[in-house]
């Protein structure tokens, strides 16, 4: 898979309030990191934040009542601001959102709250990913913090509740000039033995490479003196943390991010080297932290607590019968799909039971909750098979694709675009770009079967497809549904303007890898901060000895800012900068400052953003020879 347009490790730009990342081989646009994480917001505005508490209708029969809470977390992004500092660098420098690749939420109470067993909170729960740019988040609560909650929703009461998420983000490690020589097993069973344990922290992992690289069993070719020890420390645990462990939930709250290496019997055994100059696919943390009820608060203050907590009574259980909550974090509209759907398969136990488990469920929306209720036996933990299925309109009618299944246990079940035999490719248009524009796009990519064999079909032997699609107010987000094997499958993008000042403007982007895309005015050269260099050209003394020219400058789409630069024979340079709030008027209008005395005259016509302007302070001035 292409590395392309990856955040690219080696070259980070840090400010006070931002973090950006160049793209991998310098083709793309600059990623922007989020600055803080927020409850999302559903379609009519409302924060998607719900609390429930659920009981059985008979207080004596299964399931004893719990509560759940149930919300999506997405991202800020800085993009005015992150836009205004890139484009200082680079005139012509475009920013995108930097989406995650995953992570774990952990809910913590305050400090305020009594620490016992009814008060105690589940371990942290993966995060299920739309593709988009939100994550839910599911967790089941004891009946006394669900009325903690629930008490703290209706009087107002602040940091009662915490979350805090530590994502990945997928890059590029920075490429050095040495090669890394060593024994895998070795050198892992030295760093375990000095960490004192397999579960840390990866800054610690980065301090022990940093500070006591000499003293592991590694070694180093290269012009190792050269380097900078921290980076090479840093590039090092990329390495170390994407072959030989995996990204864990920290144990306690507030600790940064953690790895668990992997297991002694599963480390390889040999003479490894390492070139540390090739480009490798790693993943970075990235630790936030949110107060998931302040959103909420302020809706029950305009709507009631109704807006955001509901008492469920449910029928009671058979005893044996556990209930599996499943729930899907999908992209909307999803073009093409007709049912989405998982199905939960349990073999026979036996002595404990007997008899296989099979229930299905589908999707219809995708926020939709449904509860299964699996016969278990008392002393069975409930492990269980999961399968997604989809039913699509295909080029030769309609089909049920089914994944692979994969094992599964606990009472939870969050599902992600990931987990289904589809590649989903959501598009999504801001509200603000929508008001200016109407967004089409098409997706194109090949597809077809591997031969008998098993080898791969030729380019010839391939089918096309292609999916049409438009962004609106009313939709600004669509789905695209792709086969699993589809390759080469590309996005193209036209924006239309809707003004009656600019009807006829189109704009467009693209050809891009076909991936989650999120559009707004940001992602249009033409929009955010321009700068133009004027220059005057004085005539001769002997033909005019005017030392002084002045002209207004005035935004394409602005009406009242004007700005009045004047130019002397010793200054006849100068640059002006504006910010452009539509991509479809970008560029700027000047005319003669009038003098004292002296009549308007008319605005020129609309001004290249991207080219000098070039001025005779003769002509201008319409001076007759």
């Keep these: 898979m292409s590395l392309q347009g990856l955040p690219d490790f080696q070259y980070p730009i840090q400010t006070d309030a931002l973090s950006l990342y160049r793209p991998y081989e310098g083709r793309g646009r600059v990623l922007l990191l989020p600055d803080r994480l927020d409850i999302a917001l559903k379609a009519d505005g409302a924060p998607d934040f719900r609390l429930a508490l659920i009981r059985g209708k008979n207080p004596f029969l299964p399931p004893a009542p719990y509560g759940l809470i149930d919300f999506r977390v997405a991202p800020h992004y800085a993009t005015a601001e992150g836009l205004a500092f890139i484009r200082q660098q680079n005139a012509q420098a475009m920013v995108a959102p930097l989406s995650f690749s995953g992570g774990h939420l952990r809910l913590t109470l305050s400090d305020q709250v009594e620490t016992s067993a009814q008060f105690e909170l ?7 990913w739309n593709g988009l740019g939100n994550a839910r988040s599911l967790q089941r609560l004891s009946p006394d913090v669900t009325g903690l909650l629930k008490q703290a929703l209706e ?7 915490q979350a805090q998420a530590e994502m990945e983000l997928q890059g590029v490690s920075p490429r050095l000039p040495i090669q890394v020589q060593f024994n895998p097993a070795t050198l892992m069973a030295a760093i375990t033995e000095r960490l004192g344990q397999t579960l840390v922290a990866r800054a610690a992992l980065m301090r022990l490479l940093e500070e006591e690289r000499l003293a592991l069993p590694v070694r180093l070719v290269g012009d190792v003196e050269t380097l900078d020890n921290t980076s090479l420390a ?5 390495w170390i943390a994407a072959r030989f462990a995996q990204s864990v939930p920290a144990p306690e709250p507030n600790r940064g991010a953690y790895i668990e290496l992997s297991p002694t019997k599963e480390i390889p055994v040999g003479d490894y080297t390492w070139d540390l100059s090739t480009p490798f696919r790693c993943y970075r943390p990235a630790v936030f932290t949110l107060d998931p009820l302040r959103a909420a608060r302020q809706l029950v203050e305009s709507a009631g607590l109704s807006a955001v907590f509901d008492e469920v009574t449910v029928p009671s259980l058979s005893t044996g019968k556990t209930t599996i909550e499943v729930r899907a974090n999908l992209p909307d509209s999803q073009m093409g799909i007709l049912e989405l759907g998982v199905d939960l398969y349990a073999a026979p136990n036996p002595p404990y039971r007997v008899q296989a488990i099979a229930q299905s469920v589908s999707f219809t929306a995708s926020d939709d909750p449904s509860s299964l209720q699996l016969r278990f036996s008392p002393k069975e933990i409930p492990r269980y098979q999961v399968s997604t299925y989809v039913i699509a309109k295909t080029e030769t009618g309609i089909a049920r694709i089914e994944s692979d299944k ?32 109407a967004i089409t796009g098409v997706c194109r990519w090949r597809y077809g079967k591997a031969t008998e064999d098993g080898a791969e079909p030729s380019e010839a032997e391939q089918l096309a497809g292609e999916q049409s699609f438009q962004l609106t107010s009313d939709r600004p987000e669509i789905t695209l549904s792709l086969p699993q094997d589809a390759t080469q499958s590309v996005l193209e993008i036209e924006a239309h303007s809707i003004s009656s000042d600019a009807s006829d403007r189109l704009l467009k982007l693209g050809p891009y890898p076909a991936a989650a895309l999120r559009l707004g005015r940001y992602s249009f050269l033409e929009y955010g901060p321009h700068s133009v260099e004027i ?3 004085f005539p001769p003394l002997s033909v005019d000895p005017i030392q002084l020219f002045a002209v207004d400058m005035l935004a394409e789409g602005e009406a009242e800012t004007v700005t009045t630069l004047s130019f002397t024979r010793d200054r006849p340079k100068k640059e002006w900068t504006w910010f452009a709030q539509s991509p479809f008027s970008p560029g700027y209008r000047y005319r003669v ?33």
């Design 122 to 128: 589940e371990p942290p729960q993966s995060l299920a």
């Design 155 to 161: 009087k107002g009461s602040t940091f009662i509740l």
């Design 406 to 437: 994969w094992e599964h246990q606990g009472t939870q079940l969050l599902l992600s675009p990931t987990h289904f035999p589809v590649q989903f490719v959501p598009v999504e248009a801001s509200l603000a770009l929508l008001k200016l524009a």
């Design 593 to 625: 400052h009038a003098l004292p005395g002296e009549s308007l005259t008319p605005w020129s016509e609309p001004q290249s953003a991207f080219n000098p302007l070039i001025i005779s302070a003769r002509s201008a001035r319409k001076v007759e020879p």
């Design 234 to 238: 840093e590039t090092l645990t990329d």
């Design 535 to 537: 220059e005057c050209l």
